[in-house]
């Protein structure tokens, strides 16, 4: 007997979220590897300044992408509640926080950039470069920052397909732009800079209006309200202490990791880029949790609500269970392309087998963050993650400091416990029912 596999309508709409938000995710990153082998065949200097960049400004923009997450759980949750008019309200007001945050980055940092690139004492060429790229870049941040937040109104408005469109477009007229910039016009690392800021804030245009259009259809005004921002910035300045934890604790992660040795750290960035990669399918898993989420509590359908967080971490635990299996398969060909060098070589099986020991816990995590982001509950999440964050350094100073663990204990630090205390926090509220809020607001 045969049995064919089927769908639920719950997968379905999951799926209908998460895949084309996955694609979303994937082109940036591959966008960025592109650009990078543009500006890698004008030498050693451009791209390490490109480095310096890029750093910088993923470090901005990854602290800013509350203004998506914000902005999704605050549209769906009003959708849901068959208020229309409110979700795109709520969605303008998102945009106009997203402009005036651009803009105020863009006079501060703008005049800043040689203080930033100083403060990595690189080589006179390398800090050229990545002056030259950095004093460009800025004025595509305000666009950037568009795109994020359009990009959370549209899937608040359980629209994920047209993010994914615009993403594959304005990621592929960037690098066109780029090769005619750049070698065409010989402009340099210059050029590759021109053509990332024309590429942004061509997608935040399209985004922008598609929002604009959607409000002037339902009535929504265009204008911004003090209310509105109030509530959105309130909303985004709680996951921005999140996300901010995160970052500090992968920072920590890669500082220890510098005491330990050139080819511990060298590994470590080697693990930290095959982290990255794999978190972009269990983010999409997270960001579908947030549409969906937002939009069950606005409906006030708390089973359904509860019926999408089960599923969600079954797919986020079997979704980090199968990404073992690739992972630990490819490791002889990760270990032969990632490095030439032979001492950074032999420890790429390691770092390869800690951190596929976790994924299914790191889908765990992802899913329910997703879906207490998807609850509008970023109180919880900034206080529990500065105390994660507190927890996981206890236990990096337990494990390199005192024990003496060296490369293993430093990744299954992060890998186990910083997010096992992760696990233990959001799993523990997603229990509860105090995050279960229902209504428009």
């Known amino acids: ?29 591959v966008f960025v590897l592109t650009d990078t082998a543009m500006v890698g065949h004008l030498g050693a200097a451009p791209l390490a300044g490109l480095a310096v960049a890029s750093t910088v400004l993923q470090t901005v923009v990854g602290l800013l992408i509350f203004l998506a997450y914000a902005t999704t759980p605050i549209v769906a949750r009003r959708l849901g509640a068959g208020n229309r008019l409110g979700a795109l309200t709520a969605g303008v007001d998102g945009l106009w926080l997203a402009l005036g945050i651009g803009v105020v980055l863009l006079v501060v940092m703008l005049p800043s950039s040689r203080f930033i690139v100083d ?66 016009l010989g402009l340099g690392v210059a050029g590759s800079a021109i053509g990332t800021v024309i590429a942004q804030w061509g997608m935040a245009a399209v985004l922008v209006a598609l929002v604009v259009r ?84 606005g409906a006030r359908n708390v089973p359904r609500v509860h019926a999408i967080t089960r599923r969600l971490v079954g797919w986020g635990v079997a979704v980090g269970a199968a990404l073992m299996v690739p992972l630990l398969a490819a490791t002889p060909l990760l270990a032969i392309a990632m490095t030439g060098d032979a001492a950074v070589r032999a420890l790429i099986p390691l770092a390869v087998v800690t951190l596929a020991v976790g994924l299914p816990l790191a889908g765990l995590v992802f899913v329910l963050d997703g879906v207490l982001i998807g609850a509008g509950d970023g109180r919880y999440l900034a206080v529990t993650g500065i105390l994660n964050l507190l927890a996981y350094l206890v236990v990096l100073a337990i494990a390199i400091g005192m024990l003496g663990a060296g490369l293993a204990g430093l990744f299954l630090s992060f890998m186990i416990g910083y997010l096992a205390a992760r696990a233990a926090t959001l799993g523990w509220r997603a229990r509860g029912t105090r995050w279960i809020v229902t209504g428009a607001s």
């Open 1 to 29: 007997m045969r049995t064919r596999f089927r769908l639920s309508p719950l997968d379905r709409d999951i799926l209908r979220l998460a895949v084309p938000s996955l694609g979303a995710l994937i082109a940036e990153p």
């Open 119 to 184: 403060l990595f004492g690189v080589e006179p060429a390398v800090a050229a470069a990545a002056l030259d790229y950095l004093t460009i870049a800025w004025w595509g941040i305000p666009g950037m920052l568009l795109v994020l937040a359009a990009t959370g109104v549209l899937r608040g408005l359980q629209d994920a397909r047209t993010p994914l469109i615009v993403a594959a477009a304005g990621f592929t007229a960037n690098i066109a732009l780029n090769a005619v910039l750049i070698y065409g």
């Open 214 to 297: 959607g409000a002037r259809a339902s009535g929504a005004r265009l204008r911004p309200g003090v209310t509105g921002l109030r509530a959105a910035a309130q909303a985004g300045s709680w996951l921005f202490v999140r996300t901010l934890s995160l970052r500090v604790a992968l920072v920590a992660t890669v500082a220890v990791a510098a005491t330990l040795g050139t080819e511990e750290l060298a590994a470590t960035q080697i693990w930290f880029a095959l982290y990255s990669l794999l978190a972009l399918a269990l983010d999409a898993l997270a960001i579908a949790g947030q549409a969906l989420i937002g939009h069950g509590l």
